[in-house]
């Protein structure tokens, strides 16, 4: 393969996860913040709905205020220490902190294919949730890139929110994985020709839980890449799971567990082999044009 065709390999794969619902059981904030303040759970998003009805609120920045401007937070403010040691208090599904990860590199390694067309795997979260708690999970390390909503901290207090992620500007941080552009610097409104880009979506699965995910499921599958729904274990499948795999928003659902003989599981496992398969194929018909140049 010449260097032009090595530098463009396109031979990583991106697995891309939405964190409550799809990781977790529960939400993050609910799980961390309310519990260690006391909140109740069904006051504090009724009056973040108000917000939205009474005010035209867009939900995630009506829930961001409040966790600045709430009196409770008003009293004791939320810090960049605090959120980080509430991470520790995050719920994950079965096998998700127990070798899931490390698994999945070790079924990797254990294929041939991989090892002669030097194919890695990349994990990514996209989340509305709070990038403070997700920095601090016990799993982070697994991670290339974390997406989520940040606050800009002054004097240790959060006086803004400086990012805000929501169903559907969740598809701009696909792109900047498609396109190598993972800082929020770097602008991703220029074009970029198919075979530049660091990881198509052909080479992307896209894992959620839920109608907030359809953007992006959507945007993955109509660009080539995969999408799997998942649901809580303990519960029957949900309506909006079996609508998403009969629209075509998805093409697999399965419960939320990541251990290795689950549906889920195997169902990757099988995800990830069509996508080596089309990674050896590219590569074998770029050796060949490689070789039809030279030759000519």
Same mark, same amino acid.
């Given at each position: 393969?010449?260097? $032009?065709? $090595?530098?463009?390999?396109q031979?990583?794969?991106?697995?891309?996860?939405d964190?409550?619902?799809?990781?977790?059981?529960?939400?993050?904030?609910?799980?961390?913040?309310? !519990? #260690?303040?006391?909140?109740? !759970?069904?006051?504090?998003?009724?009056?973040?709905?108000?917000?939205?009805?009474?005010?035209?609120?867009?939900?995630?920045? #009506?829930?961001?205020?409040?966790?600045?401007?709430? &009196?409770? +937070?008003?009293?004791?403010?939320? *810090?960049?220490?605090?959120?980080?040691?509430?991470?520790?208090?995050?719920?994950?599904? &079965?096998?998700?902190?127990?070798?899931? +990860?490390?698994?999945?590199?070790?079924?990797?390694?254990?294929? &041939?294919?991989?090892?002669?067309?030097?194919? *890695? %795997?990349?994990?990514?979260?996209?989340?509305?949730?709070?990038?403070?708690? %997700?920095?601090?999970?016990?799993?982070?390390?697994?991670?290339?890139?974390?997406?989520?909503?940040?606050?800009?901290?002054q004097r240790?207090?959060?006086?803004?929110?400086? %990012?805000?992620?929501?169903?559907?500007?969740?598809?701009?941080?696909?792109?900047?994985?498609?396109?190598?552009?993972?800082?929020?610097?770097?602008?991703?409104?220029?074009?970029? &020709?198919?075979? $530049?880009?660091?990881?198509?979506?052909?080479?992307?699965?896209?894992?959620? =839980?839920?109608i907030?995910?359809?953007?992006?499921?959507?945007?993955?599958?109509?660009?080539?890449?995969?999408?799997?729904?998942?649901?809580?274990?303990?519960?029957?499948?949900?309506?909006?799971?079996?609508?998403?795999?009969?629209?075509?928003?998805?093409?697999?659902? #399965?419960? #939320?567990?990541?251990?290795?003989q689950?549906?889920?599981? !195997?169902?990757?496992?099988?995800?990830?082999?069509?996508?080596?398969?089309?990674?050896?194929?590219?590569?074998?018909? $770029?050796?060949?044009? =490689?070789?039809?140049?030279?030759?000519?």
């Amino acid at each position: 393969m010449s260097k $032009e065709s $090595e530098k463009n390999a396109q031979n990583i794969i991106a697995i891309v996860y939405d964190f409550d619902g799809t990781l977790s059981p529960g939400n993050m904030q609910e799980e961390t913040i309310f !519990k #260690a303040y006391g909140i109740d !759970k069904k006051k504090f998003w009724a009056k973040s709905q108000s917000m939205v009805t009474r005010k035209g609120y867009e939900k995630t920045l #009506a829930y961001l205020k409040l966790l600045i401007d709430d &009196p409770v +937070f008003k009293k004791r403010p939320l *810090t960049k220490h605090k959120l980080r040691e509430l991470a520790k208090q995050v719920p994950y599904y &079965p096998g998700v902190n127990e070798g899931y +990860f490390d698994q999945l590199n070790e079924f990797l390694r254990s294929l &041939p294919e991989v090892h002669e067309t030097g194919i *890695t %795997l990349e994990h990514y979260i996209i989340s509305s949730g709070l990038q403070e708690i %997700l920095d601090g999970v016990s799993i982070r390390k697994y991670f290339k890139k974390i997406y989520a909503c940040e606050y800009d901290f002054q004097r240790g207090r959060p006086i803004f929110p400086k %990012l805000v992620i929501n169903d559907t500007n969740k598809t701009q941080f696909l792109f900047r994985i498609n396109k190598g552009k993972l800082k929020l610097s770097e602008s991703i409104n220029e074009h970029m &020709p198919e075979r $530049e880009r660091r990881i198509p979506f052909r080479n992307m699965i896209y894992v959620g =839980d839920g109608i907030t995910d359809v953007p992006s499921m959507t945007v993955t599958q109509k660009a080539g890449g995969n999408a799997i729904a998942v649901y809580d274990p303990a519960r029957r499948v949900p309506r909006a799971v079996k609508a998403m795999v009969a629209e075509h928003r998805a093409e697999h659902f #399965a419960p #939320a567990d990541f251990r290795s003989q689950s549906l889920f599981v !195997k169902i990757l496992r099988q995800t990830l082999k069509k996508i080596i398969a089309s990674i050896v194929y590219r590569s074998s018909a $770029e050796r060949s044009s =490689d070789w039809v140049r030279r030759h000519m």
